[in-house]
């Protein structure tokens, strides 16, 4: 009988239970990374631990970076929120994400600036995870300040999988990866549908999500080439965030909506290349990007007759590339090794736009803008080996943006420019195999919604407005430690602090973000995973921030800021087929206004699942929020306005409950 190799990434190895299988395993979290990660906060997240955690949705994809929450407030096409770091992130704001080297984030975005929607992402097709927390690499540039990810794409498939998943609520997931030998390489395809009604009193999420991916991995020029195309198609309705008092009156549940004609559609379709030689890489991307989101968060505060519905339209083409160069010299007896790039990403948006509507019609524009927007980058980064012990790392990086913006309202059109230099400086002590200690510091930056940039009046009330900076500057620093036992035991901690020049804060009744002051960060992250034996391992992570805006006032809280985000977990092989994983997830009280006096209730919560596995097939079943918790997945503190209430509205507690208990079983045949 022919043997089959298969290799898997996780924190324990994933048996295929037959004697006549040659099984090699390659972990995530329990490499050790000393003598090659920069700081103590970062890290490799591997394949056997993305398919081995309970999730609900693919963007909990993130939650596998230590401190990092991911929630939602909307349908399950939108975009999730993403907290790190004391930062509420948004949809993706100050956390730069890619896939193979091509940006997530979206610049001067319909809903939300750098806003990251992964729900175009298989979870099946991801190989590994490498994030950084922090920006302490000269490869780091905007939406970088809080960290980044990279999601890299398989290059190879463990085996051919058809699988079929269902749940309550009317969940449905299929999903198929295959794979063909072609001429000097391999051609593998992955697809994945899913439709899911939700557990909404009086809305039908009607999710029509649509994933596929084709790509071909092989050898051009002497080099290592990919070539990879994906496509997302997606439809929903929302059940959005609502307000405390419609619940505690009685109009409406915890699951309710007041406005039941919520959603959208949005689609994704992009081509990525990357060659890499031995010391060049490049690589380039196309994408092309739709959103239509109906969103009403004010109720009947602005339109007491037709509501306050509005559609935020985003129309857009993106090209860009990288060009990466590694050499090696020697002075003065020290080897360095050196990485030089440069980088340039256009975005064209034929149409971003803000509507008012009543059950998605449109009754007038707000706002209707078409945009160009250009960014040019080059950075140099060089390791010094300053002993077989102490290694030095070194980086500068210079970044320039050009906007032109062509509004509906004459004043606000313009083009501006600007552009600034970041620096970065590593230090990592290596005591002996097993302990390493790290310091760090640098500079990044993100990026202002260009609309912003060249504003000149409000589009609803016409006074003036006053411009944002296009670069809004960052600084941050870390210490840390890491202690790893190959195969047996990891552990980091890492003391961190982080000022931003401009703090970006969401407005409740607008439904988007505004810039605001300065801010400073500091906390201490801790990270411990253990392996008991090849069956048994545990493993937990916390985060501590404080977060406060850079003013004299009792006025500095940041809004949305988590100051404690934690998790453990337990995996267990029961058998050499049998195999569980329980998960715990916390995120602290988070301040809803500046004084401090408004907070969030904690959310806690526990995700459970079993698989068995034969040679050929494997059968999972998952239990989400095994314990039924009904704590909410967010909470904003601001005016609206229900029927009959005052003109100016009420103040109050909006939030968006976490989905309840729900059960969910997947077959698979392997081949």
């Known amino acids: 009988m022919k043997k089959l190799a298969f290799i898997t990434l996780g924190i324990l190895p994933f048996s295929y239970a037959q004697a006549s299988i040659e099984k090699l395993t390659v972990y995530g979290h329990r490499d050790s990374l000393i003598g090659e990660s920069i700081s103590a906060s970062s890290g490799i997240i591997g394949q056997g631990e993305i398919q081995q955690r309970p999730m609900l949705r693919s963007a909990e994809l993130l939650e596998l970076i230590p401190g990092m929450a991911v929630t939602q407030h909307s349908g399950s096409g939108k975009a999730n929120q993403y907290f790190i770091r004391g930062f509420n992130l948004d949809h993706g704001t100050d956390f730069a994400t890619n896939i193979d080297g091509m940006p997530i984030n979206l610049p001067s975005h319909g809903h939300g600036q750098g806003y990251t929607d992964l729900n175009f992402i298989i979870p099946e097709s991801i190989s590994s995870i490498n994030y950084q927390k922090g920006s302490y690499s000269a490869t780091q540039g905007d939406f970088s300040s809080a960290g980044s990810a990279n999601f890299n794409l398989i290059d190879t498939l463990t085996h051919q999988q058809v699988s079929l998943s269902i749940g309550e609520d009317n969940y449905k997931r299929a999903t198929v990866l295959a794979s063909t030998d072609v001429t000097k390489g391999k051609l593998m395809a992955a697809a994945e549908w899913q439709g899911y009604s939700g557990p909404w009193d009086d809305i039908n999420e009607a999710v029509n999500k649509k994933n596929a991916l084709l790509r071909y991995v092989g050898k051009a020029f002497n080099g290592d080439f990919t070539l990879s195309a994906m496509a997302y198609d997606n439809s929903w309705n929302s059940a959005d965030q609502i307000p405390k008092r419609a619940v505690s009156q009685g109009l409406i549940s915890q699951l309710g909506s007041l406005d039941t004609s919520l959603g959208g559609n949005s689609s994704r379709y992009s081509l990525s290349t990357v060659w890499q030689g031995e010391n060049l890489k490049v690589n380039a991307y196309a994408i092309s990007y739709d959103l239509d989101l109906y969103s009403n968060f004010s109720y009947f505060l602005n339109d007491p007759v037709n509501g306050d519905q509005f559609n935020q339209k985003d129309s857009r083409k993106v090209y860009g590339g990288e060009f990466n160069y590694q050499f090696d010299t020697k002075m003065l007896a020290i080897n360095m090794q050196h990485t030089a790039g440069l980088a340039l990403h256009h975005t064209n948006i034929d149409n971003v736009g803000l509507y008012n509507t009543k059950k998605r019609k449109r009754l007038?524009?707000?706002?209707?803008?078409?945009?160009?927007?250009?960014?040019?980058?080059?950075?140099?980064?060089?390791?010094?080996?300053?002993?077989?012990?102490?290694?030095?790392?070194?980086?500068?990086?210079?970044?320039?943006?050009?906007?032109?913006?062509?509004?509906?309202?004459?004043?606000?059109?313009?083009?501006?420019?600007?552009?600034?230099?970041?620096?970065?400086?590593?230090?990592?002590?290596?005591?002996?195999?097993?302990?390493?200690?790290?310091?760090?510091?640098?500079?990044?930056?993100?990026?202002?919604?260009?609309?912003?940039?060249?504003?000149?009046?409000?589009?609803?009330?016409?006074?003036?407005?006053?411009?944002?900076?296009?670069?809004?500057?960052?600084?941050?620093?870390?210490?840390?430690?890491?202690?790893?036992?190959?195969?047996?035991?990891?552990?980091?901690?890492?003391?961190?602090?982080?000022?931003?020049?401009?703090?970006?804060?969401?407005?409740?009744?607008?439904?988007?973000?505004?810039?605001?002051?300065?801010?400073?960060?500091?906390?201490?992250?801790?990270?411990?995973?253990?392996?008991?034996?090849?069956?048994?391992?545990?493993?937990?992570?916390?985060?501590?921030?404080?977060?406060?805006?850079?003013?004299?006032?009792?006025?500095?809280?940041?809004?949305?800021?988590?100051?404690?985000?934690?998790?453990?977990?337990?995996?267990?092989?029961?058998?050499?087929?049998?195999?569980?994983?329980?998960?715990?997830?916390?995120?602290?009280?988070?301040?809803?206004?500046?004084?401090?006096?408004?907070?969030?209730?904690?959310?806690?919560?526990?995700?459970?699942?079993?698989?068995?596995?034969?040679?050929?097939?494997?059968?999972?079943?998952?239990?989400?929020?095994?314990?039924?918790?009904?704590?909410?997945?967010?909470?904003?503190?601001?005016?609206?306005?229900?029927?009959?209430?005052?003109?100016?509205?009420?103040?109050?507690?909006?939030?968006?409950?976490?989905?309840?208990?729900?059960?969910?079983l997947s077959f698979s045949l392997l081949f």
């Open 364 to 664: 007038s524009t707000v706002r209707q803008d078409d945009l160009n927007q250009t960014s040019y980058s080059a950075h140099w980064g060089s390791k010094l080996f300053l002993s077989t012990n102490l290694e030095a790392s070194l980086g500068i990086r210079y970044d320039y943006y050009n906007v032109d913006v062509n509004s509906n309202i004459s004043a606000n059109s313009g083009s501006q420019n600007d552009d600034l230099v970041s620096l970065k400086a590593s230090l990592n002590y290596q005591f002996t195999d097993l302990v390493a200690a790290y310091a760090n510091w640098g500079q990044s930056f993100h990026s202002n919604d260009a609309r912003g940039a060249t504003i000149n009046v409000d589009p609803v009330t016409l006074d003036k407005s006053e411009q944002v900076d296009l670069l809004v500057k960052s600084e941050g620093a870390e210490i840390g430690l890491r202690f790893a036992e190959p195969k047996t035991f990891n552990l980091s901690a890492a003391l961190w602090w982080l000022n931003l020049d401009s703090e970006l804060l969401f407005v409740g009744d607008a439904g988007n973000t505004e810039p605001s002051d300065a801010s400073e960060r500091y906390g201490i992250e801790m990270s411990a995973y253990y392996w008991v034996n090849n069956s048994f391992s545990l493993d937990a992570e916390a985060s501590f921030t404080h977060s406060r805006l850079s003013i004299n006032n009792v006025k500095n809280y940041i809004e949305g800021a988590v100051p404690v985000v934690a998790s453990a977990g337990l995996n267990w092989h029961l058998t050499e087929q049998w195999q569980s994983s329980l998960r715990i997830r916390h995120i602290g009280k988070r301040t809803l206004t500046s004084d401090g006096e408004k907070r969030s209730e904690p959310l806690t919560v526990v995700n459970s699942s079993i698989s068995y596995q034969q040679t050929h097939w494997q059968v999972e079943f998952e239990l989400l929020n095994l314990f039924n918790s009904r704590d909410h997945d967010i909470d904003y503190y601001y005016s609206s306005r229900l029927p009959n209430e005052p003109i100016d509205g009420i103040e109050d507690n909006h939030f968006h409950p976490i989905e309840p208990r729900t059960a969910r």
